[in-house]
């Protein structure tokens, strides 16, 4: 699995499915009105700004796009700027697209383990399966408001990649405002999520 897979991976991990681990009072209240507001939602749509820290360069670098994830196992998720790339799935299939190649692939899901992963976490995050995150990740609560969370690997194959993963939800905790990933080599990543929409129908054939 490389590097880059990997950050993919945990991007749409954490912010559809989110879980506060702990056994004091405060996590367990979390935990069960993050369930209870979570279970309403049905999809989640908009744009994204990507922000790139690179400890070697003084420069970020600035991504833009757009996403949207639908219940059941339906995937979404295109870079418009600077390069127009990205990648769809509806829970069976897997398509791929890059502006420029001309290329647009569609394969079985079943043959990428990695985007497998993904869609059946974002079916365990419409139900807040609490025991799906258990063995990845160590949750503890960093601000009550707004709502942040701060994620720490416990399987040494995330571990060796990244060092932490911090989640700032919106304030009414019905989705996550950012994601800020930071690598065991320094290296950041911000991504910011903007015009967000819940339970929206969604067009024909984005999947």
Partial sequence: MTKARLILLILFFTFFYCKPTGADELSAEILGRLKEIHASI?????????EKH?????QNLISRGSFAIANPRKIYWAYNYPM?????????TIRRWREGSGESKHAPLAHDPVLSVVTNQMLAWTTMDTKALKRDFDI????SSPLSLKLIPVQKQLSDIIRSVTLVFD???????SITL????????VIRFE????NQDLPDGLF
């Fill in 140 to 143: 503890t609560v960093i601000e």
């Fill in 182 to 189: 930071l690598e065991d080599d320094k290296d950041k990543t």
């Fill in 195 to 198: 015009k967000v929409r819940l």
């Fill in 42 to 50: 049905s999809s989640v749509s908009g744009s994204f700004i990507q």
């Fill in 84 to 92: 127009k790339f990205g990648f769809s799935s509806d829970g069976e």
């Fill in 54 to 58: 690179l400890a070697m360069f003084e």
């Fill in 171 to 177: 304030d009414q905790e019905r989705h996550i405002s």
